[in-house]
């Protein structure tokens, strides 16, 4: 079992900055590939992808949406992986989502996310 456990999130302004921090438990971070995911207020049951990457952070992905704006990174020696979010717009307000994937694939599908954290809230302001 793995256990996921978001932090960092809060409230800024548009065009501020964030960083989210996801802390695993149970297993060695360096076994999972990581991602991150986000809900959007009254969008019920769509995560939507935002970021992973893999087992050593070689190959980091990304969302066209954020591309430019946000960096995943991880630290294995932490079991931490992180997402710095900058300029941030209204439209990123949303609950952030941890998942780790022990599939095998360096950028594996939503589907294939073991476990998940119960993520934390971003919210922007205009």
Do not use: H
């Amino acid at each position: 079992q793995v256990q996921l456990l978001e932090s960092g999130g809060g409230r800024v302004q548009a065009g501020g900055s964030l960083r989210l921090s996801c802390v695993a438990s149970g297993r060695a971070l360096s076994s999972l590939v990581m991602g991150w995911f986000r809900q959007a207020p009254g969008k019920e049951r769509e995560r939507v992808f935002v970021a992973s990457i893999d087992w050593i952070g070689r190959g980091t992905y990304y969302a066209d949406f954020v591309k430019g704006r946000f960096s995943v990174s991880r630290e294995n020696v932490k079991n931490t992986v992180y997402l710095q979010m900058d300029n941030l717009k209204p439209e990123d307000a949303a609950v952030y989502y941890c998942a780790a994937s022990t599939s095998g694939f360096s950028r594996p599908p939503k589907t294939e996310y073991d476990y998940w954290g119960p993520g934390t809230q971003v919210s922007v302001s205009s």
